[in-house]
């Protein structure tokens, strides 16, 4: 417990309190212990990029549901929008009986989308669901079978999703055999580049590396897909280069391989742009899209050129509960606040902001190796050494506990787990980041 006076947090009980104790019991009687938990207390209330627990402590929100919050904890409008939905029907089912609120969304997001060519969009529930349906669709439309993904990626818990991630532990680990036709390639990490070799070397390598696997892997013919995230995010905010990407994008177009952009985590403005593909002027066949689409509601979509996404028949995609008018309705509001409420902007101004204290931090604090981030996806890597780089995923994790501890909901990334990554809501005003930030500046100056 902090003893400093804040205006945001506010921390009555040592983390769990009383009433979260008796909560956390309960759960671990009835809920196994597979789906991860960060915080060890229950939320009882949300509002913009602030959290309230069962004991009455209130928290400063940097992981907004693992980047879910772009629009914060509750939107008025999105509030409002769901009440208005409630009173009129919850789920005719888009299989059954068609409605309104999902075929206006598709619209908006075949506008908003990069790219002016003409584009098709069909919604399902998680990130997870409309990667699978990226590649089902990638398959249909190409004939081919083979798809590549890159090191450190996280595609989701599906088989498939597993497949195409690369964290073993602990995605993967003990959950084979994985789907078949599967292949991972090198995504640029700059920061762990061998000694010496700059940027720009690192990207000709990989990217003569891409074409040499045609030859020892995989023929190109036979990939349907490249999936690839603009920014990696449970791979630890690794940021690519233009030069890489657009170059990964032109041996797609060389080969009739479709690029598949995964924009789960970097999507809705969290980056500074709508979507992270714009930072590097490639427009891709395909995007799938979830967090923060619709401020939390379980939705996700599958954007893509419009004779590709017609390729399969009807009835082989979809799902029971995809594109719900909740979801549909939620994100159509969502949408609007981006430009009503600039949070383009406010991502970039809370990158800044972000990265400078970070930077500022670092010059004290050796463990901080790196910062870096696009937009308001920003993150810190720790290292026992600037030489050696050795990850400190230790500290992190103490890091992190401490300030969840101290009123800054913070999570860690990385396939090392040295990372801390911040993904506040957009909405989140100055004083409460400054705030937040001078707490974590607090935990490490206590413990690195
Ligand atoms: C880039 C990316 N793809 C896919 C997923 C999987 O999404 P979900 O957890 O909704 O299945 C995630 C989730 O973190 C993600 O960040």
């Known amino acids: 417990m902090s003893s400093t006076t804040r205006s945001y947090v506010n921390i009555q009980t040592p983390i769990p309190g009383p009433n979260a104790k008796g909560l956390l019991d309960k759960k671990e009687q009835h809920v196994p212990r597979g789906p991860f938990t ?7 209330k949300g509002e913009g990029a602030l959290l309230t627990d069962v004991d009455g402590n209130t928290f400063i929100d940097f992981a907004g549901a693992i980047g879910t919050l772009n629009a914060g904890h509750c939107p008025p409008k999105v509030v409002e929008a769901l009440k208005e939905q409630l009173d009129k029907y919850i789920h005719p ?22 790219g002016t060519h003409a584009k098709k969009t069909f919604f399902l529930n998680s990130g ?6 990226a590649i089902k669709i990638a398959r249909k439309y190409t004939g081919r079978k083979a798809v590549i993904s ?8 599906t088989l498939l999703g597993m497949s195409l991630t690369s964290k073993v532990k602990p995605y993967k680990y003990g959950f084979g055999p994985f789907a078949p036709d599967v292949y991972k390639m090198q995504y640029p990490y700059y920061y762990r580049a061998p000694q010496g070799m700059t940027p720009e070397a690192l990207d000709q390598e990989l990217l003569k590396k891409l074409e040499e696997f045609f030859l020892v892997e995989v023929a190109a013919e036979e990939v349907a897909a490249i999936i690839m995230e603009p920014v990696q995010g449970e791979g630890g905010f690794v940021v690519p280069s233009k030069t890489f990407v657009q170059g990964v994008k032109a041996i797609c177009e060389k080969h009739g391989i479709l690029f598949i952009a995964d924009e ?6 969290r980056t500074g742009k709508l979507f992270a593909m714009e930072h590097f002027d490639v427009i891709p066949d395909i995007m799938t899209m979830s967090k923060s689409i619709a401020a939390g509601l379980p939705i996700s979509a599958v954007t893509g050129r419009s004779e590709v996404m017609d390729a399969p028949e009807p009835g082989q995609i979809g799902g029971t509960y995809g594109g719900s008018p909740l979801g549909c309705v939620a994100a159509l509001k969502v949408i609007a606040m981006m430009e009503e409420e600039n949070l383009l902007e406010k991502a970039n101004q809370i990158g800044k902001t972000v990265i400078s204290r970070f930077q500022t931090m670092q010059e004290k604090h050796a463990v901080i190796g790196d910062v870096r981030g696009l937009g308001a996806m920003v993150a810190v890597e720790l290292v026992l050494d600037r030489e050696s780089k050795t990850p400190a995923d230790e500290l992190t994790a103490k890091i992190v506990a401490e300030c969840n501890r101290r009123g800054v909901v913070t999570l860690s990334a990385g396939i090392f787990k040295n990372v801390i990554r911040i993904l506040s809501p957009l909405v989140i005003t100055d004083a409460q980041l400054a705030e937040a930030l001078d707490i974590i500046e607090e935990v490490f100056g206590e413990l690195a």
């Open 264 to 269: 789960i985590q970097t999507g809705f403005g």
């Open 38 to 44: 960060t915080v060890p207390t229950f939320a009882v």
């Open 93 to 114: 089912c888009f299989h059954v009986m068609m409605y309104e609120p999902y075929v206006e969304l598709a619209e908006k997001l075949n506008q908003i989308t990069p």
């Open 128 to 133: 997870a669901e409309a990667v699978e349906n």
């Open 150 to 157: 890159f090191e450190r990626g996280f595609h989701g818990r």
